[in-house]
């Protein structure tokens, strides 16, 4: 049996603040590296016999079809509710923790996306299996940052030394940067740019600490000076007035003027889904990342399925 990870042993993933030192994520990106080196057939040994429930009451194409692919390809087994919001017992009016108690009675981990910030949390307290924050509200979304670590650090290397890395967008409702910046603040040598819209600045209790930072909101004032761009959605679901969102969707749009301006190693990086925001003619040139950090995400997922569920 092959341990893709050994040492570290979490029960639940909810929250980034977990990985709170380099060791462990490094030890996370060799058990990554190590799982792309295995044949087909020895990934299948990995997880045989455990299954996996999925249930996402939100919207998702790749959280919930990575870890269901990285769990088949592990040699495991998947149940699924892909539209919980409106098909599952919570629209009766169940509470988010006796659905848990319910899947934990089926699957061996549960996999969880949840349109309430702290929904995650709550659900991890009573759940009987690991539970994986695939997204609370405009909380969290923990796997897709180290997704995205995985890949900024393959490229610019392990230690991100004196690397700039520009956050840009909706930081306000962003999970998936509000995960990263904890995951980039360990990093003491990174320098992080924040760029938003006035209107949707980093919320106080997601701000770096212990590195270098700035706000700013003129994206092309610092588009010659980053390693990194990671460019994110406006988030329209979580607008209460959708005239505000009208207003802000398209505040930054890179596109072939935008790689005029960016350093000639200076990555693009992109959770997905865009709407806009990284125009198509970008796609060719060698720095976007944002098909790569796809292929990523289900190697990721597999070293974190295989860490919380081996028995070995
Ligand atoms: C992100 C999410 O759901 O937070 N998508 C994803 O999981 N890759 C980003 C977004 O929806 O904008």
Redesign the pocket.
Known sequence: MHTLLSGTRFRHIVSTDQFNNVQVLNELFEAVDHVQTLSATERLSLLPHKLLATIFF?P?T??RLSFETAMYRLGGQVISSESAGISSSGTKGETIEDTIRTLGAYADAIVLRHPERGSVAKAAEVSSVPVINA?DGAGE?PT?ALLDLYTLSTHLGRSLHGKTIALVGDLLY???VHSFIKLLSLYKHVRIILVSPRELKIPSEYKPSEVAWEEVDNFSAIGDQVDALYV??I?KERFLDQSTYTKLQRSYVVNKATLKILKPNGIIMH???RVGEISPEVDTDPRAMYFEQIRNGVFVRMALLQWLLSDV
């Open positions: 939100e998702s790749r959280t997204g979304h897709q962003g999970r998936t994110t959605r988030q959770p997905l889904p």
